[in-house]
């Protein structure tokens, strides 16, 4: 297909605000950990180490990965509790890191997307992400939107899921709202032994008897979610994904059943999608490219200079990394 068309076809599929999905590719780029990187800081632990089954676990990571790995090798629960701590330190470190560089200048182009998005009536942003990290309520401060995560109050923060009340007086007030749905949980949330729920942002450790309110990789992310804030906090994300006319995928694999159900429904009924990614998962060729869907596009890297796209029956090859959302965002 000719880039003319292509660019066309991207317009049609963008022309009304789109729900946003972060992924992990989304963050990496400035300076937030993969999965390998987890595993290595996850292997260095004292408590982990001596788990019976630490061995395995190692062997397990550098074949399956860290989630197929802690799935599938037996654990005691202290250490699953001494991994979350690791990955919230790990994350929750890279996150600062980035924060203290950059106090002033969040990521541009996540604040040119939201500036972008949040144009057209009715000035609101709905973003649904699996990372913890605090990028995208960094860039919704510098558009100068009202962020609504689930959380209220400036400091110490309370939970106050959205209510029919709440939603009409932001809605009345015409304030810009970025609503961010963290399915998997935030560095800012955390739950004390009482069970109270509570939020504190830019926080540099786990304080005192907190437990911080983050979901691990690994098959216990699919029985936490039962419980508050998550609960909701999927509740609305699937309301959203329902809502939405499209999607715009950065960085998302298309690996988390927390996500995908309402998403895959809602393109399989002609809503269309547009992908960013480094490298294609399998599941994501699996559940867009291969899966009879009609309207999508996605921009994947080809070499140093060309970005492959594949579209519903083809796929071109172009010049230029459109795959980056930087490099992106000037073409839409």
């Keep these: 297909m000719e880039w003319n ?85 790990t994350v929750n470190e890279s996150d600062l890191s980035y924060f203290d560089s950059n106090p002033t200048t969040p990521p541009q182009a996540l604040v040119e997307l939201l500036h972008k998005v949040l144009a057209p009536t009715p000035n609101k942003v709905v973003i649904v992400t699996t990372n913890y990290d605090r990028l995208a309520e960094y860039s919704a401060d510098q558009a100068g939107a009202t962020t609504v995560t689930g959380f209220e109050g400036c400091l110490i923060k309370k939970l106050e899921l959205p209510n029919s009340q709440l939603k009409m007086r932001r809605t009345r007030a015409r304030e810009r709202i970025v609503d961010i749905w963290k399915v998997h949980g935030s560095l800012d ?94 599941a994501c060729r699996k559940h867009i490219v291969d899966a009879g869907i009609n309207k999508f596009l996605v921009f994947e890297y080809a070499d140093e200079m060309h970005t492959k796209v594949y579209g519903n029956g083809w796929e071109e090859t172009y010049d230029s990394q459109y795959w980056l959302l930087d490099n992106f965002l000037k073409i839409w």
């Design 189 to 282: 949330w955390f739950i004390t032994p009482d069970g109270t729920v509570t939020s504190f942002p830019l926080i540099r450790s786990i304080p005192g008897t907190l437990q911080p309110l983050i979901i691990p990789p690994g098959k216990e992310k699919y029985s936490a979610t039962h419980d508050e804030p998550y609960r909701t906090v999927i509740a609305e994300a699937d309301n959203a994904f329902v809502q939405a006319g499209a999607y715009l995928c950065i960085g998302y694999g298309f690996n988390d059943e927390h996500i995908q159900p309402k998403l895959l429904a809602q393109i399989s009924k002609g809503k269309p999608i547009v992908v960013l990614a480094r490298t294609m998962t399998s």
């Design 5 to 89: 068309g292509c660019l066309s076809i991207l317009q049609g599929y963008l022309e009304n605000s789109p729900l946003i999905v972060l992924g992990s590719g989304a963050s990496m780029p400035y300076g937030l950990p993969s999965m390998g990187t987890l595993a290595e800081e996850i292997k260095k632990s004292d408590s982990v180490i001596s788990d019976p089954n630490y061995s395995a676990l190692c062997t397990a990571m550098d074949s399956l990965g860290l989630e197929g790995a802690i799935d599938s090798v037996a654990l005691l629960p202290q250490t699953l509790s001494e991994i979350r701590r690791v990955v919230w330190k």
